[in-house]
C-alpha cells in the first residue's frame, strides 16, 4: 500500500487571491466556479496530479515555511524571477551564483516562501 499526494495545501487570508497569482505563476487554471470571498479553492496542476489548494484562516504566517514549492521555469531563471516579481511575488534571498548556479528564494503575495530553480536548458 501506498498514499497518493492529493493536494498541497496553503493556508492563506485571502484563498480567492492567493489562488489567482499562484494560476498566474503556474499558468494553469483555478477551479471551474472559483469566485472573490471564496474561503477555499484551488489550482489544478495537471490531469490526475495534485492541486494547489488555498485554505483561509483567521491567524497570520509567522513564521518560516518548513515545506515549500521549488519551481523549475521552461524560460530562464533570472527572467522568471523578473515575471514573477512583476506578479507580486518578493525576493527573499538570492541564491543564483556568477557562474550561472544556484536559486532564488521568493515569497508570493502573502509571505510563503518557495525557491525558482534553473530551467532544464539553464541545467544542461
Not at 1 to 19: F, G, K, R
Not at 24 to 51: I, K
Not at 72 to 79: K, L
Request: with cysteine; hydrophobic share 40%.
Amino acid at each position: 500500500m501506498v498514499s497518493v499526494v492529493q493536494n498541497v495545501a496553503i493556508d492563506c487570508a485571502d484563498a480567492y487571491e492567493l489562488a489567482r497569482f499562484w494560476a498566474a505563476v503556474t499558468g494553469r487554471p483555478m477551479e471551474p466556479g472559483a469566485a472573490p470571498g471564496d474561503r477555499e479553492t484551488q489550482v489544478e496542476l495537471g490531469e490526475g496530479g495534485p492541486v494547489l489548494y488555498f485554505n483561509q484562516v483567521p491567524e497570520p504566517k509567522t513564521v518560516k515555511n518548513r515545506v515549500h514549492l521549488c519551481l523549475r521555469p521552461e524560460t530562464s531563471r533570472d527572467g522568471e524571477v523578473e515575471r514573477l516579481l512583476a506578479l507580486g511575488a518578493v525576493l527573499v534571498a538570492d541564491r543564483r551564483n556568477a557562474d550561472g548556479t544556484g536559486w532564488a528564494v521568493l515569497a508570493d503575495p502573502e509571505g510563503n516562501e518557495f525557491c525558482l530553480l534553473r530551467s532544464a536548458a539553464e541545467r544542461a
